[in-house]
């Protein structure tokens, strides 16, 4: 129990760490590289129209909000691994179907198929099971930072290989990510010695209802679906803006993307610093929907120009990232004890069903009457997010923490009435299958170490 002192991760979990990050991080890169291409190039497929573009953009997100949860539960009953390398086949199949592809449904069901590998879920139970306790929120910190690294290079990525290969050799390479994935797998995450039930990383099926009737929980889920609504409808409209108001051909819009993003990653750094140092998150999260409403009126009114354009790219971006890196961490804040994994699940279902419909909402407004009408769908949607999350509380500023319980402990519980009344425990669950506890605690008024003693 004093395992807590030692602060350094191990080479064990610096490696398991490191290589499913970087699976992470190819397969994220995969999905998102067509984001900021699709509608240009995509042109040239047979039987292109924006509405099946817009489907195009969207469709894995179909297969993944449906399947995310089943295969976590799967990686539960048969191992993480089988599960994961069959997950970045079916990834990696779907990448070669778009790839081979010369019509625009092939493409559509190309990216159902990458989709269908959603192994989100059993990744994050793999480094649960590969992590020491008191390692496990830095490890997956560390996986959140390269999701969000990876978005951002397939920002710039993406345009420069289509430059390069056409939309068939970004689907190849995309292909090569996940096989690239399984090798990184294979020869550098370590075996797990046990396979642990963990209600932090994975979907405890107990929990789940009450999870569904959160409305705390509802409300970050239905923003983190508008949010990638918001990102896909924009991408059917923003890259052809900059091609006929920007003047910019499709062959150089990587620059912009890149100024985006970075302009957009340090802008957001004070906020976030300032929300968590402050515990004022709530403003925060709220002037960010603020900004991105703002932002797709901007490009609404005044997007006739390129340097107008790349403004509002970089006022966008700067909220986006704000928002999705806000989130995740809103999520585990108001999650009950032992219910942040299925909080989780739910959360990334409402993410990629978001993707999916934004993609085909976007399509079918350009389908009607272009990329005005769409920015001012996607204002109008923002419009709604803020409605929604203006009379949010202020969340919780706790850490969650599971600890082992010795089967003493099981047997005489008057400790986890006492805990549970101690100065700063917000919340206090004993899951008897697991022989363990799951406490959510004020850092503030108390500390890990208190809280261990009561155990």
Known sequence: MNDHNNDAMNALERRATAGLSLVFAFRMLGMFMVLPVLATYGQELSGATPFLLGLAIGAYGLTQAFLQIPF???????????????????????????????????????????????????????????????????????????????????????????RGFGLSGLFWFTAA????????????????????QHRESGVAPAALSATLRNVALLRLDFGIFVLHALLMASFIALPLTLVEQGGLPKEEHWWVYLVAMF?????????????EKKRKMKRVFIGAISVL?????????????LTLLVIGTIIFFTAFNL??????????????????????????????LGAALGGIFGGWLFSLGGASIVFAGCAALAALWLFF???????????????PVSPAALQATQWLTALRSQAGVMDAVLVAEEAAVYVKFDTQIIDRATVETYL
């Open 72 to 162: 976590g539960m799967l990686s539960d009953r048969f191992g993480r691994l089988p599960v994961i390398y069959i997950g970045l086949l079916i990834f990696a199949a779907g990448s070669v179907v778009a790839g081979l592809s010369d019509s625009v449904w092939g493409v559509i069901a190309g990216r159902i198929l990458q989709g269908a590998g959603a192994i989100s879920a059993a990744v994050m139970a793999l480094l649960s099971d590969v992590t020491r306790e008191q390692h496990r929120t830095k490890a997956m910190a560390v996986i959140g930072i390269s999701i969000g690294i990876s978005f951002s290079v397939a920002m710039v990525v993406g345009p420069l290989v289509t």
């Open 323 to 352: 928002l999705e890196a806000s989130l995740p961490s809103l999520i585990s804040k108001v999650a009950p004890a032992g219910a942040k994994g299925t909080a989780m699940g739910v959360y990334s279902t409402s993410q990629f």
């Open 389 to 403: 999350a203006a009379n949010m509380q202020e969340p919780p500023y706790v850490t969650s923490l599971r600890l």
């Open 263 to 275: 302009v957009g990653f340090f802008a957001m750094l004070p906020f976030i610093i300032y929300g």
């Open 293 to 305: 409403l703002l932002s797709e009126l901007f490009f609404w009114w005044f997007g006739q120009n």
């Open 177 to 196: 990510m996940a096989i690239l994935g399984i090798f990184i797998i294979a020869l550098s995450v370590p075996k797990p010695a046990v396979q642990l």
